[in-house]
């Protein structure tokens, strides 16, 4: 896929804090979340396609990139709150809401606050379906884990871990398939406020036991929403079998593995990932907010649901086991 044209990056104040943002292309909208670390170039390799069939808007979360970098909430649900202001802004009513990694966290937790803004949800290797997640990012955490950030940023070192991180990804070797965007991540935060962003954000969702957030609590309540995740293979931040504990908790949802992507599959086989929006998008109707609906799933709670649909967390799962499973059948109702 061809690389992005230039997209000017525009920016707002919202609650007395500039964000920024891409906007770009004609119709249906997409909010595209990018993950802890990183910014709206994530999206770099599928935005200019996406935007010659839908409308993109492509932020810098708060802390991160562009946008400002306060003493502020960093929480999932302030994150949710924030876009919520940023579309209203910008005359944008409903969205096909777009999640990476912690950004697949923000999505999920936009759905739920927010369902009458969302048509539909794609996470892609979301934080949040179980506390495994890679150990650096647990050790991170610890005290001292701005000191080992800030010396593993400072350009000696990082120019370092670029030679031979990327010298062990170009010839293979195991575990190394993430190493391209731990480095994009690791970039630029021999910056203070950017390390210091970073971290608060990292804390509210990780600490050294593994991810303290779960969405499994409040999945259910997409059950009525058209919902995807996209998983790499190899993935080495968050592990692809998480997958399947979100079909347990989300009987409807689309799951699609891209073999020998790790954990930026939108990065690493863009072909592959827009075909999977497109098709999903083209296969779906936009949800339809039902208060009604809502109250009812929400007085059921989550007990309530899985004892009505059946939901059951499998175990011992595998990669394999999920790498072009069929699309579950949607739940009547």
């Not at 593993?152 to 965007?181: E, S």
Request: glycine share 12%.
């Amino acid at each position: 896929m061809a690389g992005r044209k230039s997209l000017r990056v525009q920016t707002r104040t919202v609650h007395g804090h500039r964000r920024a943002y891409v906007l770009a292309g004609r119709g249906p909208a997409l909010l595209l979340l990018h993950g802890v670390g990183c910014d709206h170039h994530t999206w770099d390799p599928v935005i200019e396609h996406l935007s010659r069939r839908y409308t993109v808007i492509a932020p810098d979360l708060l802390g991160h990139g562009d946008s400002a970098k306060p003493r502020a909430d960093y929480s999932l649900g302030g994150f949710a709150n924030g876009m919520r202001d940023l579309l209203a802004i910008l005359g944008i009513d409903r969205v096909t809401v777009v999640g990476h990694s912690f950004g697949g966290g923000v999505a999920m937790q936009f759905a739920y606050q927010f369902p009458q803004y969302a048509e539909r949800l794609v996470m892609v290797a979301p934080g949040g379906l179980g506390p495994e997640v890679n150990p650096i990012l647990r050790g991170l955490t610890l005290p001292g884990g701005s000191t080992a950030l800030a010396v593993a940023a400072t350009p000696p070192v990082y120019a370092a871990l670029r030679l031979v991180g990327g010298r062990a990804h170009a010839i293979g070797l195991p575990g190394t398939a993430d190493i391209p965007g731990a480095l994009g991540v690791l970039k630029g935060k021999a910056d203070p406020a950017e390390r210091d962003a970073f971290l608060h954000v990292l804390r509210a969702v990780v600490d050294w036991k593994g991810q303290v957030v779960s969405m499994t609590d409040r999945a259910y309540l997409a059950r009525e929403m058209p919902t995807c995740l996209v998983w790499g293979s190899r993935d080495t931040v968050l592990p692809v079998v998480h997958a399947q504990r979100a079909r347990a908790v989300i009987p409807a949802a689309r799951i699609e593995v891209i073999p020998g992507a790790g954990h930026f599959p939108h990065e690493e086989k863009p072909d592959q990932f827009v075909q999977i929006l497109d098709d999903f998008i083209a296969a779906t109707a936009p949800s339809v907010y039902d208060a009604k609906k809502w109250r009812t799933a929400l007085r059921r709670g989550r007990a309530g649901e899985a004892a009505r649909v059946g939901l059951r967390i499998p175990k011992d799962l595998r990669p394999e086991d999920l790498a072009g499973a069929p699309e579950p059948a949607r739940t009547a109702g």
